[in-house]
Nanobody
Framework: VQLQASGGGLVQPGGSLRLSCAASGYIFTRSAVGWYRQAPGKQRELVARITIGGSTNYADFVKDRFTISRDAAKNTVYLQMNSLKPEDTAVYYC?????WGQGTLVTVSS
């Protein structure tokens, strides 16, 4: 299984980005998927998670701003990020079981 994360970039505060995590195999139908992030000098932390059944949960610091979703047909999990803040700047990783994507950098700055 390989996970490919993409969609990061530079965005101004208040802006939006959509991250994608594409899997090489049908792991997303057999596993919960999480988006994590790691800012410089900080530990990796869970941002959002979606279960096999489609239930979602979010870290308090992104509630009402970020949305995780899954497209089974495309074997892809998304993270829609709205109202971005400078403190959201980090490398974002997707994870399913023991597999991790390579990370995609999100920079929120004016």
């Amino acid at each position: 299984v390989q996970l490919q994360a993409s969609g990061g970039g530079l965005v101004q505060p208040g802006g939006s980005l959509r991250l994608s995590c594409a899997a090489s195999g049908y792991i997303f139908t057999r596993s919960a998927v999480g988006w994590y992030r790691q800012a410089p000098g900080k530990q990796r932390e869970l941002v959002a998670r979606i279960t096999i059944g489609g239930s979602t949960n979010y870290a308090d610091f992104v509630k009402d701003r970020f949305t995780i979703s899954r497209d089974a047909a495309k074997n892809t999990v998304y993270l829609q990020m709205n109202s971005l803040k400078p403190e959201d700047t980090a490398v974002y990783y997707c994870n399913a079981q023991v597999w991790w994507g390579q990370g995609t950098l999100v920079t929120v700055s004016s």
